[in-house]
């Protein structure tokens, strides 16, 4: 190997044009430039110099050959999909320092076995570890402040007995084919889509501790026809239930605990049930064909973005029973007019927000 194999401009590497299996980059480069390694196909061994600070996104995707890499403590960033598609890489290190374990990082590294992620890390972004189905253990110290979605989704190797993939107090993907699951009692969060277009899933137990569950979680479980929500759970995020056919009623209302959380009809007159207590966050969002909506004395509460982007909105009765609407309820609803008892909390809101406002008594 000679340094002719290096395209290097001042102290940025920017291509590697060789044929080695055994590549050492020379001493002085600081950065490791977008794809400079990308689709090589002999590299096996790397070693990175001490003068390194940054590997650029996709600069070694692709590496087939690729078996270790050593990256010294010096980097302090390295950006998505570095290492996505190394399907052969078993041996890397991430150093001390590093803060975020970007976006499709080591994606498909199916000969990952094993992987340290060091204290100073605080988020790990979605698809970071996606397929990496030989993964089996994984050490994640509690500095971690978000997780997205995916990022260990189809890592077989980290999955339970029954298929459930728990990292810390996280459930984080699920690779059984079990129509009805009961979620394990260590979790205290299910991840956003974790449950996603799984369209066999009949009933979901969730036990009591388990505190958030995110977005979009059981998207499209078109037969979903069961799931309990315990008194533990303190946020449920956006179109949780979305697409949940089996959960609706007979009028497409999906409700759960007297939350109504989708509708799933075509109708564009919307008369809300009786036991329903609050509206929740997105219930309706971008359902551009609804034109008006009734709601029961018995709601209590509308949620963020509930009516989002209705566009076609024009009437909503609001009993005075309201006392909240979050943020952003009604945006983007420009021909909308609230009808409401006179005095009421609905009446306010529409006058703090621009919103057309006429008393209905009753």
């Known amino acids: 190997m000679d340094n002719k194999d290096f395209i290097i401009e001042a102290d940025v590497l920017v291509e590697y044009t060789g044929t080695s299996s055994n590549v050492v980059v020379p001493n002085g480069i600081a950065s490791i430039e977008y794809q400079a390694f990308f689709g090589n196909k002999n590299v096996q061994n790397i070693v990175?110099?001490?003068t390194l600070t940054c590997i650029e996104l996709e600069a070694f995707k692709g590496c087939t050959g690729l078996e270790s890499i050593t990256i010294p403590d010096s980097v302090e960033i390295i950006e998505f999909a570095a290492f996505d598609g190394c399907i052969n890489?078993?041996?890397?290190?991430i150093p001390e320092g590093i803060k975020n374990i970007e976006y499709a990082m080591f994606r498909d590294c199916k000969s990952l076995k094993n992987i340290n992620i060091p204290s100073t890390v605080t988020n790990i972004d979605?698809?970071?570890?996606y397929g990496c189905e030989n993964l089996e253990t994984i050490n994640i110290s509690n500095?971690?402040?978000s997780i997205g979605i995916h990022a260990f989704d189809k890592c077989k190797g980290l999955a339970d007995?029954?298929?459930?993939?728990?990292?810390n107090d996280l459930l984080l993907g699920y690779v059984g084919n079990s129509k009805n699951l009961t979620v394990p009692n260590n979790v205290k969060t299910i991840s956003g889509e974790v449950f996603k277009n799984f369209k066999e899933l009949e009933s979901v137990t969730i036990p009591n501790g388990v505190?958030?569950?995110?977005?979009?979680?059981?998207?499209?479980?078109?037969?979903l026809k069961y799931v309990n929500l315990p008194n533990s759970i303190k946020h449920i995020g956006f179109?949780?239930?979305y697409g949940c056919k089996a959960l609706a009623d007979t009028e497409g209302h999906v409700i759960i605990n007297n939350v109504l959380y989708d509708y799933i009809s075509d109708d564009y007159n919307v008369i809300i049930p009786d036991n329903v207590t609050k509206i929740s966050n997105d219930a309706f969002y971008g359902y551009g064909f609804i034109k008006n909506v009734i709601l029961p004395k018995s709601v209590k509460a509308i949620g963020k973005y509930a009516f989002l982007g209705c566009a076609k909105l024009e009437?909503?009765?609001?009993?005075?029973?309201v006392s909240v609407i979050e943020d952003k309820a009604f945006d983007g609803c420009d021909n909308l007019t609230i009808y409401a008892p006179s005095e009421s909390f609905a009446e306010q809101y529409a006058k703090e927000n621009n919103i057309k406002f006429t008393v209905k008594e009753k």
């Not at 979605?126 to 570890?129: I, P």
């Not at 009437?315 to 029973?321: E, T, Y």
Request: charged share 20%; with cysteine.
């Open 89 to 93: 890489l078993k041996n890397v290190n």
């Open 211 to 223: 505190e958030v569950i995110e977005n979009n979680a059981f998207e499209n479980c078109e037969n």
């Open 126 to 129: 979605k698809h970071a570890f």
């Open 239 to 241: 179109h949780v239930f």
């Open 315 to 321: 009437k909503i009765f609001i009993p005075k029973s």
């Open 48 to 50: 990175l110099p001490n």
């Open 161 to 167: 007995q029954n298929g459930f993939i728990v990292v």
């Open 143 to 145: 500095n971690i402040a």
